[in-house]
């Protein structure tokens, strides 16, 4: 309650007058199917009960107003304005931007944003924000964009203000997240379909390596264009193809001289794991948790050894998870390079591995290993304040 009525009451010094809108929009957890969404394959997310928070009022100036409490920076353009972003204003700008191409916004905004989702550890934080702020702008002015345009026009403001060519999976988890439930999600059809996440006595782990490395939207960039690059060569030889998620392993590997060893490589992987997702997807319907570990295992080393986006700090941690027979399941989680490990661990065992573990990361990289234990919660939603 205190986190909600400290924004709020500075909104109203700041800005000289009450929000009138409230919207959230959570981070996300991903249980398997990683790198898959942008080559129109499946994944296994689901919302988190850590969120991003708008506080919004119209402001009848020719001037949006932002600012970010957490870090306590203030930012504002003029209607028609383009002015140079930074940070977090990047995703401000991006997600107004954007969302012009669809609806006028009529007037200038008063907005604060906020929350606790943390930065850096692959848990979609900035989705979070992109999403709040979107919900928060349409359902203030009434612009009457359903949820599904939303998710589009926050991924279309991270490639085009952000300059990271995402998928879709982040924005949707977001703004779609149910309670206890992973969402299968086909990001080809942009169709999903809810999974009760039921773990019995495992709970979800999270550990955070504390790392996020500079180079990591280039790096992401570079792992879509290979597999774009992929799919135009497989092309010419299955003209029906459009995205790796329509090539099976077996046509992969027929056409494996037509491509360059490390486009195969990054390609098989995709491949691999979209079969993985469905199978894990099964195992949790069937209740076969030790599959869906297997699969989670399988999945890390395929985005350490094959798509090359991990890192030793997150090898380390799954490494460890191995040895400990209370962890079912372990993999790095999210785009890569740092951020979070994923472990399903037996809720009696939670602390006795962070004691164990926490120590050696620290001798090992000279950091902390932050744990979080991830519970799912809902999806984006807005509330008007009486006026
Ligand atoms: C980031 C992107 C997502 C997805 C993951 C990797 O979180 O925003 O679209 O590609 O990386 O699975």
Redesign the pocket.
């Known amino acids: 309650m205190k986190k909600v009525s400290l924004p709020y009451d500075f909104f109203r010094n700041h800005f000289s007058q009450n929000p009138h809108l409230k919207a959230t929009s959570p981070g996300r957890v991903?249980i398997i199917g990683?790198?898959t969404?942008?080559n129109g394959g499946w994944v296994l997310p689901a919302a988190i009960d850590k969120q991003a928070m708008v506080l919004i009022a119209k402001n009848g100036l020719d001037q949006h107003r932002f600012y970010a409490y957490d870090i306590q920076e203030a930012f504002e353009f003029g209607l028609a304005e383009n002015p140079p972003t930074n940070g977090w204003e990047k995703y401000a700008f991006g997600v107004v931007r954007s969302l012009e191409k669809h609806r006028d916004i009529p007037q200038g905004m008063d907005v604060l944003i906020t929350g606790n989702v943390p930065f850096g550890a692959g848990l979609?934080s900035s989705a979070a924000i992109e999403c709040a702020l979107a919900l928060a702008i349409n359902d203030l002015f009434e612009l009457g964009l359903d949820k599904k345009t939303l998710a589009y026009i926050c991924q279309k403001a991270e490639h085009d203000y952000v300059g990271?060519k995402?998928?879709i999976?982040?924005q949707f988890a977001s703004l779609f997240g149910q309670e206890n439930h992973a969402m299968l999600l086909d990001c080809q059809k942009v169709d999903h379909e809810y999974v009760p996440l039921e773990l019995g006595e495992h709970v979800l782990l999270l550990c955070n390596t504390n790392v996020s490395h500079s180079l990591a939207s280039s790096a992401y960039n570079d792992r879509r264009a290979a597999c774009e690059k992929g799919v135009s060569i497989l092309k010419q030889y299955y003209p029906n193809i459009s995205q790796l998620r329509d090539v099976d392993e077996q046509q992969l590997n027929a056409q494996r001289d037509q491509l360059d060893a490390d486009i195969l490589t990054k390609c098989l992987y995709v491949v691999q794991e979209n079969a993985r997702v469905i199978q894990a997807c099964q195992a949790l319907k069937d209740g076969d948790l030790q599959q869906l570990g297997q699969l989670m295992y399988a999945s890390h080393d395929g985005l350490s050894n094959m798509y090359d986006v991990s890192c030793k700090e997150l090898d380390f941690l799954v490494g460890q998870a191995r040895h400990f027979d209370a962890i079912i399941g372990s993999r790095m989680m999210?785009?890569g390079f740092g951020g979070c490990t994923i472990n399903i661990i037996h809720k009696d065992e939670v602390n006795h591995f962070i004691e164990k573990v926490a120590p050696l990361y620290e001798s090992e990289f000279g950091k902390e290993m932050t744990p979080i234990i991830a519970q799912i919660g809902n999806g984006a939603q807005s509330h008007h304040f009486p006026s």
């Open positions: 991903n990683e790198h969404d942008y979609s990271v995402c998928g999976m982040d999210g785009g």
